[in-house]
């Protein structure tokens, strides 16, 4: 099982945008629910957006709605996290995850549950 994941880009300022990837071999991808968790300094880990298996539904943490695009592409194996708007509020390290289960309980639980984690990687947004 492996986490390719990546960042595009580097540092950004407040309203600026960036985007993530993750690419997850070693699992059947289309069977687990995939999302983005992240956990700010001092902070504890929260759900950023997850999506069911398959084709099915994607969730978004209320304060990222509207900024943030969760896009699944079950041919490559990859998740994608376009961040738009950023706030300095949304520094924080990222997390991709993979879980039998569903998306919404995912979500509000922070990843309660995830049967597989990716590397972190690091989001600083400059005010």
């Known amino acids: 099982l492996r986490f390719s994941c990546r960042r595009w880009g580097g540092l950004v300022q407040a309203g600026g945008s960036l985007r993530l990837s993750c690419q997850v071999s070693g699992l059947p991808f289309d069977d687990y629910a995939i999302g983005w968790f992240r956990q700010a300094p001092g902070k504890g880990r929260e759900g950023v957006a997850c999506t069911d298996s398959g084709r099915g539904r994607t969730y978004y943490e209320d304060s990222v709605k509207g900024r943030f695009t969760l896009d699944r592409d079950n041919a490559k194996n990859t998740v994608y996290l376009q961040m738009n708007s950023l706030k300095p509020e949304d520094t924080a390290v990222y997390f991709c995850?993979?879980?039998?289960?569903?998306?919404?309980?995912?979500?509000?639980?922070?990843?309660?549950?995830?049967?597989?984690w990716g590397e972190g990687t690091q989001v600083t947004v400059s005010s």
């Open positions: 995850a993979a879980g039998r289960g569903g998306a919404y309980y995912f979500l509000r639980s922070a990843g309660n549950g995830m049967n597989y």
